[in-house]
C-alpha cells in the first residue's frame, strides 16, 4: 500500500535568507516563548538551506571541493544552533541573536535561485524539538567529563531534519560542525553514501567517539544503524560509536553497550550501540525549569490553569468525546499528533502540535482564519509548535438524518469554498502531480482487490491524466471528513475539527484540487447526485469557481484507493489491540466495498 509521499518547496537561496532575517527580526522584537520559537523558526530555515545546497552538490567530496556556499550556510546553522541552545538552558533569558556576519557572508554570495527544500515532517509533524536533542547532547557531555572531552566528539547528521539535529548535537557538546550524510533510502539493502573526510576523521584518532544524529520516524533508527554498519565496516570501533535517535526505540532502553564480542559482525555489534534521547513529551511536561514547560507557555492564552495538562494523544481523546469505547471512531495512535487538555479559569482549552517555525505560524494562521469564518473553534494563538483553540465536548459522532442531510451538504459545499477561495498554498509548494496518485490508486486497489482490479482501474483513468492535470488549481484542502471529524454544538450547529494538517503532512495526497475534498464527501457521506450536485453549488457559488467534473470522478477512486491503504496500514500498526483493529479492519472493509463500485468491469 502506498500512503506517504515526500512534500517539496522550491524557494531561491536569496529568498531563504530574507526569510531568517524575518524571523530573527521578530525573535528581537518578542520575549519569552515567542522569542525563542521565532529564534527556532530561524534555525529550521537555515536547515533547510544547509540541505538544499548539500543536494545542489553533495557533501561527500574531500573539504577542498565544497563550495563558499556550503561552507558559509554552515557556519550560519551553527551559530542559530548555538542560540537555540543558550536561550533554551536559559529559559529564554539568552537574547544574543547576532549572526549579521554569518548572513552577510552569504549575501556576498552567489546563491542559487532554484533550491528545493524537501519537507522537515520532524520538525512540521513528528514533533522533533531541537531542543530535546540538545538536552540529550548536554547529558551526554555530563556522562563524559573526567574521561573524554566532549568536544572532541565527531558529529554525523543524516538527512535534512537530521542535518539542523546534529548542528545542536554539535553546539551542546562544543565540537566543530557536524558532517552531513544524505537521506538513507528505505530500500532493503541500501547503504549510505558518507563523505570520505568522514572516514579519514573517524579512522585517523581511536579516542574519538562518534555521535550519529537522525531526525526520521519517531521508533525509526534504521538509518541511524545503517551508518553505524558503514562505520564498523570501515574499522571503527562498534564501542566508540553512539546513536541519537529522535526517540528511544520500543524494544530498547537509553544507554546499552556494545556487549558484542570480539569478531563479531557488524549487525552484532551494532545492534547494542548506546542510544541517547529524551523523549519530546517528557521534555514539553517535566522539563527541569518548569518556566521551560508546556503549560507555562500557554497560560497568557488561557489564563492559569486549574489542573495539570491532560494528554489526551495516541486516541486518548476518544474518552472525552464519545460515551463508551463501542462509540469510537478507528484510531491509528502512532500518526496522531501530541495534543492535550488544559482546564484553565476560562474554560477548557485543546493545545494541539500542528508544527514547529514557519509552518506551525502558517497553520496557526489558516486555522485563525478558519475560526473567524465561524467553520472551527476559536483559536487563542500559538506557542512554539502549538495551536491553542478551545475544546468542544461533544457526546457521538455526526448523525444525519434525512430531513438534516440538505442543510449539512450545503455548510459542506461552503466550508469547502472557503478553503478554495480563501486558504491559497505557501509560495513555491510542490503537490503530488495525478500521475503518482495514478500509482497509488493502481498499488493500492491491486494490494485490496486483486491485480485485474488494479489494471482495470488504472486502463480506466490512465487516458484522463494528461488532460486533468491542466485543470488542477492546487488549494489547502481538508483531506479528512470523515463523520468523526464534525463537532456538534449543542444548539445544533457544526464545527470542523483537526482543519489544518492534513494538506501539508508526510501523506502522499495533500495540496490537490479541492475536487479532492469533493470525491472525499461523496466517498464519506454516500451523496447522491442530487446531492452532490447541492454540494458543488454551494461550494462554486462560495469560492467564485469552477469544480471540474471531470477531474472529480477521476479523484473519487483514487480517494477511495488512498483512504483503504491508510486502513489497511493502520490495521497493522494497531495490531496488538484487538479492539483498535477491529475498528480498522471494518473502516477498510467499507472502503474496499465502496473502491469496487469504481472499479471498472473488465473487458470482455
Not at 512540521?124 to 556522562?143: I, L, M, N, T
Not at 442531510?405 to 466550508?415: E, Q, V, W
Amino acid at each position: 500500500m502506498i500512503v506517504h509521499g515526500d512534500r517539496a518547496w522550491i524557494e531561491g537561496g536569496d529568498a531563504k535568507l530574507d526569510g531568517i532575517s524575518r524571523d530573527l527580526a521578530a525573535a528581537a522584537s518578542a520575549s519569552g516563548i515567542g522569542r525563542h520559537g521565532r529564534l527556532v523558526a530561524a534555525f529550521i530555515q537555515a536547515t533547510a538551506l544547509v540541505r538544499g545546497l548539500a543536494d545542489a552538490n553533495p557533501w561527500r567530496q574531500p573539504a577542498a571541493q565544497r563550495s563558499a556556499q556550503q561552507e558559509a550556510a554552515m557556519a550560519l546553522l551553527m551559530r542559530l544552533a548555538e542560540a537555540v541552545c543558550r536561550s533554551w538552558e536559559s529559559c529564554f533569558g539568552d537574547a544574543d541573536l547576532d549572526v549579521a556576519a554569518e548572513l552577510g557572508r552569504l549575501r556576498a554570495l552567489d546563491l542559487p535561485r532554484a533550491l528545493v527544500s524537501w519537507d522537515a515532517d520532524g520538525f512540521s509533524h513528528h514533533r522533533v524539538y531541537p531542543e530535546a536533542h540538545g538536552q540529550a547532547a548536554s547529558d551526554f557531555a555530563a556522562s563524559l567529563r573526567g574521561h573524554r572531552e566532549p568536544q572532541c566528539v565527531i558529529v554525523v547528521g543524516i538527512g535534512g531534519v537530521g542535518t539542523g539535529l546534529a548542528a545542536i548535537v554539535a553546539a551542546a557538546l562544543g565540537a566543530p560542525p557536524p558532517f552531513v550524510v544524505g537521506p538513507v533510502a528505505d530500500a532493503p539493502g541500501s547503504e549510505p553514501v558518507l563523505p570520505a573526510d568522514l572516514f579519514h576523521a573517524a579512522t585517523a584518532d581511536p579516542a574519538r567517539l562518534i555521535a550519529i544524529v537522525d531526525g526520521g520516524r519517531p521508533f525509526d533508527d534504521g538509518a541511524l544503524r545503517s551508518v553505524a554498519a558503514a562505520l564498523v565496516e570501515a574499522g571503527v570501533g562498534a564501542d566508540r560509536i553512539h546513536l541519537f535517535p529522535t526517540e528511544l526505540p520500543a524494544a530498547r532502553g537509553a544507554g546499552q553497550r556494545n556487549a558484542a564480542g570480539e569478531g563479531a559482525s557488524w549487525a552484532a555489534s551494532c545492534e547494542a550501540l548506546p542510544c541517547h534521547a529524551v523523549e519530546t513529551e517528557h521534555l514539553l511536561l517535566h522539563a527541569p525549569n518548569p518556566r521551560c514547560r508546556l503549560a507555562a507557555w500557554i497560560t497568557d492564552l488561557t489564563g492559569p490553569l486549574t489542573a495539570p495538562l491532560e494528554d489526551l494523544s495516541y486516541g486518548r481523546w476518544r474518552e472525552r468525546r464519545f460515551r463508551a469505547p463501542a462509540d469510537w471512531p478507528p484510531a491509528n495512535p502512532r500518526q496522531e499528533q501530541l495534543k492535550f487538555l488544559a482546564e484553565s479559569e476560562t474554560g477548557p482549552w485543546l493545545v494541539k502540535f500542528a508544527g514547529l517555525g514557519g509552518e506551525g505560524l502558517r497553520k496557526a494562521a489558516l486555522a485563525e482564519a478558519l475560526a473567524e469564518a465561524g467553520f472551527t473553534p476559536a483559536v487563542a494563538g500559538f506557542r512554539h509548535g502549538f495551536i491553542v483553540e478551545r475544546w468542544i465536548d461533544q457526546s457521538g459522532a455526526l448523525e444525519l438524518p434525512p430531513s438534516a442531510r440538505p442543510a449539512f451538504i450545503a455548510h459542506l459545499g461552503r466550508y469547502l469554498g472557503f478553503r478554495a477561495g480563501h486558504l491559497p498554498l505557501p509560495e513555491g509548494f510542490v503537490c503530488t502531480p495525478l500521475d503518482e496518485l495514478l500509482v497509488m490508486a493502481r498499488r493500492n486497489t491491486a494490494s485490496g482487490l486483486g491485480e485485474a482490479a488494479g489494471e482495470a482501474l488504472a486502463e480506466g483513468l490512465h487516458r484522463e491524466v494528461g488532460r486533468l492535470e491542466r485543470m488542477v488549481r492546487p488549494a489547502a484542502i481538508d483531506g479528512r471528513l470523515q463523520r468523526w471529524e464534525w463537532l456538534v454544538l449543542p444548539d445544533g450547529g457544526l464545527l470542523k475539527a483537526d482543519a489544518v494538517d492534513h494538506h501539508a503532512g508526510p501523506e502522499l495526497v495533500s495540496g490537490q484540487d479541492i475536487a479532492w475534498d469533493v470525491a472525499g464527501a461523496i466517498c464519506e457521506f454516500d451523496l447522491t447526485e442530487p446531492e452532490q450536485a447541492l454540494l458543488v453549488a454551494e461550494l462554486t457559488q462560495s469560492a467564485q469557481i469552477e469544480v471540474s467534473a471531470a477531474l472529480t470522478a477521476f479523484l473519487l477512486p483514487c480517494y477511495a484507493a488512498y483512504q483503504l491503504g491508510q486502513a489497511v496500514m493502520g490495521a497493522a500498526a494497531v495490531a496488538g489491540s484487538e479492539d483498535e483493529s477491529v475498528r480498522m479492519r471494518a473502516l477498510s472493509l467499507r472502503y474496499a466495498r465502496r473502491l469496487e463500485r469504481l472499479v471498472p468491469a473488465p473487458r470482455p
